[in-house]
């Protein structure tokens, strides 16, 4: 790899360009005066890189902390800085359509606040989702709080408001203790702890919100007009997220990239955990955006970092994205169908030197080690063939053997601790966590394994890389954190189908206390016009909907006639006040007494 070009300031130029002024200070709380957000804590990113940062993510994290408000072109704003996301504001007629509120209402308020007061208190006039990441849509109520979002056109691409909630529905606890982890939820901002997550700072941690689209992009090249603007949209579905656009201002000549094209290599595979990307479809998506737009916009910005300022540069962009994504995925796959696993081909893949030394291309979020992988994960699952891995001990288990052969605890520390001192970061913290996994009260061996972990974050140039190993060494010495975001409020509830309702409690059944029972209980949903049948067999709950109308073949053991909110008080514990009971009522007790609650600080980094 040839030395990155530092010399050049290009980014930081676009990314001060149209600074209108700043939120001062940077802070936002809720309303009970919890701290939210805190851009200013990143103040010491002024300084030289230090040696506990790399030097690339240094570069990265000055660059994405810059906050306060900016003119992309005439009549179009963004507020940086404020959220892991940017707000974009777009002048129509009579008011000012927003663009992506941010994660939380509270920061959300923030930055229409700050674009009110230097651009005068202009109504919001229409809300745009880019797509169904909760960082896009989660602050809608602090620009549209309740009771003003009548008459207002809420548009998003199709599917968006399932892809939306779906994700917490099922894996969503696991999802998010795992980004405590990439977003650094423990660390203290400053230069041995938290810098950056690569696509941002990190996540606000205020009040999620949603409002349900009202206007449903459906096709690539559909027009909408709101207070004015005219608009045209490109679908890019299955790309960065499964519901997910780019659109035009014609008559401003401004290009959106919603995440789809972003100042960073951006993840195939979120170290969250997610639905495996086609990085296959997100280059053809971002090849198709060249020639659908072109000629027609003088700027192109999006939900992340700064905008690209002139028509051939922003075609120079898209093209080494388009090319970053389709690179590694055929190289991926020439490799896999050479007989290569993920772990292989991530120590095999090297970047073309133009993507290598292109600073958008660089892996501060994503990283070209795990995306790969996640290639592979995508095309061949998680078996690499070989048989020896098809039947392995589980961890603890596989731990005890592996301590066992290094000659004991005491010399599988000390043959860590001269791995670590070779250099062999790598294999000092494998072997130490296996001895930790072996042993979860040695606190020796989780010390030093805290420690390798400090070594291997502060080299990371990958953000999230960073967090993780910074994380781990925080709960390998305080113990596992606990979630605080709360993605699960009633609207969010409340947009979610029947049918996610009842798998949210299907997927937290104890299986194995409910092995003996059966029983069916019938939900006939009045406002839905639909019954729900719920069995309960072999420590399975299934469901299936039908018309209400429609008399099964079989009678249920109990009936309740409700609407779903009255369902959704009935999952939250609210009873059976005011619904209609036929049959056995302390069946529904019976069914909910198999209900789990998940774990919201579960180990991950000991047993």
């Not at 997927?507 to 019954?531: C, F, S």
Request: glycine share 10%.
């Amino acid at each position: 790899m040839t030395a990155l070009p530092f010399e050049d300031r290009t980014d930081f130029e676009n990314a001060d360009r149209g600074f209108l002024g700043a939120l001062v200070p940077a802070v936002v709380k809720a309303e009970d005066g919890r701290v939210v957000w805190d851009n200013d804590a990143y103040g010491y990113l002024e300084a030289d890189c230090p040696t506990t940062v790399n030097p690339s993510l240094w570069r990265q994290a000055q660059l994405s902390s810059k906050q306060g408000l900016y003119e992309v072109t005439e009549g179009v704003y963004q507020v940086r800085g404020l959220d892991l996301s940017n707000m974009t504001l777009v002048e129509g007629d009579s008011g000012v359509l927003v663009i992506d509120p941010l994660i939380s209402a509270e920061t959300a308020a923030a930055a229409l606040a700050l674009y009110r007061e230097h651009r005068g208190d202009r109504p919001v006039t229409g809300l745009i989702y880019t797509h169904s990441h909760g960082d896009h849509f989660g602050g809608a109520r602090g620009v549209l709080p309740k009771g003003s979002e009548e008459g207002v056109p809420v548009l998003a691409p199709e599917g968006f408001l399932e892809h939306a909630v779906s994700e917490n529905v099922y894996a969503g606890n696991a999802m998010t203790r795992r980004a405590m982890f990439m977003y650094g939820d423990r660390l203290p901002k400053n230069p041995e702890g938290q810098v950056s997550a690569g696509l941002g700072m990190t996540t606000s941690t205020g009040t999620v919100t949603l409002i349900r689209p009202t206007v449903d992009i459906t096709s690539t090249g559909q027009e909408e007009t709101v207070d004015g603007v005219r608009i045209v949209f490109q679908l890019t579905p299955g790309t960065e997220a499964p519901a997910e656009m780019n659109f035009l201002f014609p008559d401003l000549r401004a290009l959106c990239l919603a995440e789809n094209a972003t100042h960073n290599m951006h993840n195939i595979l979120t170290l969250r955990g997610a639905v495996v990307r086609d990085s296959r479809i997100w280059a053809r998506y971002l090849d198709e955006a060249i020639a659908f737009f072109d000629g027609q916009y003088d700027v192109a910005f999006a939900s992340h970092h700064w905008p690209t300022w002139g028509h051939d540069k922003v075609v120079k962009f898209l093209g080494e994205q388009r090319d970053l994504y389709a690179y590694l995925h055929d190289q991926s796959l020439r490799m896999i169908n050479l007989g290569l696993t993920g772990p292989e081909i991530a120590e095999e893949m090297e970047l073309p030197p133009a993507l290598e030394n292109s600073w958008h291309a660089r892996g501060y979020y994503g990283s070209l080690s795990h995306n790969v992988k996640a290639v592979y994960q995508r095309y061949l699952g998680w078996f690499d063939g070989n048989p020896a891995h098809l039947w392995e001990h589980p961890p603890v288990e596989q731990a005890k053997r592996y301590v066992d052969l290094a000659g004991g605890p005491q010399s599988a520390l000390d043959k860590a601790r001269g791995y670590e001192d070779s250099g062999d970061l790598r294999f000092a913290a494998t072997l130490l966590n296996h001895l930790v996994f072996a042993e979860p009260d040695n606190a020796a061996a989780k010390e030093a394994l805290a420690g390798v972990y400090v070594r291997l974050g502060q080299g990371a140039e990958n953000g999230t890389w960073r967090n993780f190993y910074l994380m781990a060494a925080v709960e390998l010495r305080e113990g596992p954190g606990t979630i605080v975001l709360d993605m699960t409020n009633p609207e969010m509830a409340m947009a979610l189908t029947t049918d996610m309702l009842l798998d949210s409690i299907a997927v937290r059944i104890d299986g194995p206390r409910a092995w003996d029972d059966d029983l069916v209980v019938d939900l006939k949903l009045t406002d839905e016009q639909a019954r729900h049948r719920l069995r309960l067999s072999n420590g399975a709950l299934t469901h299936r909907s039908t018309p209400l109308e429609a008399a099964p073949a079989e009678a249920a053991g109990v009936a309740l006639t409700l609407t779903k909110p009255q369902l959704l008080g009935l999952l939250a514990g609210a009873g059976l006040d005011g619904v209609e009971v036929e049959g056995d009522a302390g069946l529904v007790q019976r069914l909910f007494s198999y209900v789990t609650e998940p774990d919201k600080s579960f180990p991950i980094v000991t047993p």
